[in-house]
């Protein structure tokens, strides 16, 4: 009878464990979103297209297919930008309200991680400043979503001050760290009044990832460090090489996250509106894996996307689906295992990087998934320039990454060369001209 008992609670032990392993592994795919860039002015019936950003229709689509991939996430990531570009900015508090309403009534279960773009400010682009109105209402419009069953009990009060807080995942001991790197752009102008929390934020971060030693941490943000490929390649035609963000942060964030006793796990950002990635290799040392969520805007000619991404109960990346709206319709165009992952890692980014640098058809994979299916931003003329902006932080790095002599500053040496001959072609032409008036002045004489 003793063995009978006995072997009734080893079964049962038993079938407690594979029970708790089989709901880690059935667990439900967290949602990474970005950049919707919401325009409630746009008008129309149809999603909105190439070269525009978010209208009510493309909206309630990416919503409808969030619900459809997963009906009851634990989690939604949404990386900041949620304004559209060139915002009328009145009207940011009831559009940043209504976008709250509007995910809380899709999602009413999930826990939502917000970070702050660029573009979200209640005075302009780039020019939100500390302590601001807007912070405030943001607070108070997210607060009931972001502090789902008490994740994040100092949301409202850290938030109203510089978008900085701090949150406990739905994982043990998982901790999500969401600061606002805005301020640490070249970019960035307190213009509407107030000061800017630059410093303050690199405080924010350095304390709040000494807090919970012993557990894993995402750091969340909106504009990730290094190179902004798209100005650079694209714009400046690699005349210039155009930083996202300030070189000191920049590299005080690398050096915060990168530290092993941070235990950070991954870095989250957006910003580009693609879906790419960034590790910091400098030292050799294990990097954190920097994922970049693509969005759902498709101004920049990409098509509007959204990640579903696999947490492992360690707090690290698992596999990530690219979901992605094409040709009238939503469908996964691939991810994280089109590449050959199936966990986002640093070890698996350097070997992808390492792969990528001699692999012709692995390239054209990833130059799909960057733009969500659209026409590849990245052909095989420039796929070095891309590629070195996933390890290349600094200008000098890029510049020697790409191949060139060494940069200066945020000007390449081919940079300065071109820059160079036009203002000896300029100098000549206005010595001819100044010989000319000299000439035609004496005749008049």
């Keep these: ?94 559009t940043m309200k209504a976008l709250a309403a509007r995910f809380d009534r899709a999602f009413p279960r999930a826990q939502f991680v917000i970070a702050l773009g660029n573009e979200d400010s209640g005075c302009g682009n780039y020019q939100l400043s500390a302590r601001a109105p807007f912070l405030r209402t943001v607070a108070a419009a997210w607060q009931p979503l972001v502090n789902r069953r008490a994740a994040a009990p100092a949301f409202a009060r850290t938030f109203a001050q510089d978008g900085f807080y701090t949150a406990t995942l739905p994982l043990a001991h998982l901790h999500a760290v969401v600061i606002d790197d805005v301020f640490w752009s070249p970019r960035y102008r307190a213009a509407c009044g107030g000061t800017s929390a630059a410093r303050r934020t ?55 996250i990168d530290d092993p006793r941070a235990r950070v796990t ?68 691939g991810g994280s295992r089109t590449l050959g992952l199936a966990r986002i890692s640093g070890t698996t980014l350097l070997d992808l990087q390492a792969r990528l640098s001699r692999d012709a058809g692995l390239r054209r994979r990833y130059a799909r998934l960057y733009d969500g299916g659209a026409r590849p931003e990245i052909d095989e003329r420039h796929w070095r320039a891309y590629w070195c902006t996933s390890t290349a932080f600094s200008t000098d790095a890029y510049v020697a990454c790409i191949g060139r002599t060494r940069g200066y500053s945020v000007v390449t040496r081919r940079g300065l060369i071109v820059f160079g001959a036009a203002i000896v072609t300029l100098a000549l032409a206005g010595a001819l001209l100044v010989r000319r008036y000299r000439r035609t002045a004496r005749r008049d004489r």
């Design 1 to 94: 009878m003793r063995r009978l008992r006995r072997f009734g609670l080893a079964a049962a032990l038993a079938a407690g464990i594979v029970f708790q392993a089989r709901a880690v592994l059935a667990a439900e795919p967290w949602l990474f979103v970005s950049d919707i860039h919401f325009d409630p002015a746009a008008r129309g019936s149809v999603p909105a297209s190439y070269g525009f950003d978010t209208n009510l229709a493309l909206l309630d689509s990416a919503l409808a297919e969030m619900r459809r991939v997963d009906p009851d996430p634990p989690v939604i990531v949404i990386a900041g930008d949620f304004l559209a570009h060139h915002f009328h900015y009145v009207e940011a508090d009831a």
């Design 202 to 256: 690199i405080d924010d971060l350095r304390t709040a990832l000494r807090a919970w030693p012993h557990d894993p941490k995402w750091v969340i943000a909106h504009i990730p460090p290094g190179v902004d490929a798209f100005s650079t390649i694209q714009l400046a035609r690699q005349l210039v090489v155009v930083p996202f963000l300030e070189p000191a942060p920049r590299d005080e964030l690398l050096r915060l």
């Design 266 to 333: 991954a870095m989250l950002a957006s910003h580009t509106h693609k879906f790419a990635y960034r590790i910091d290799a400098a030292d050799g040392s294990p990097a954190v894996p920097i994922v970049l969520v693509p969005s759902i805007s498709p101004i920049f000619h990409n098509a509007p996307s959204f990640l579903t991404v696999d947490v492992l109960p360690d707090g690290t990346l698992g596999a990530a689906d690219d979901h992605t709206y094409l040709k009238g319709r939503w469908s996964v165009i």
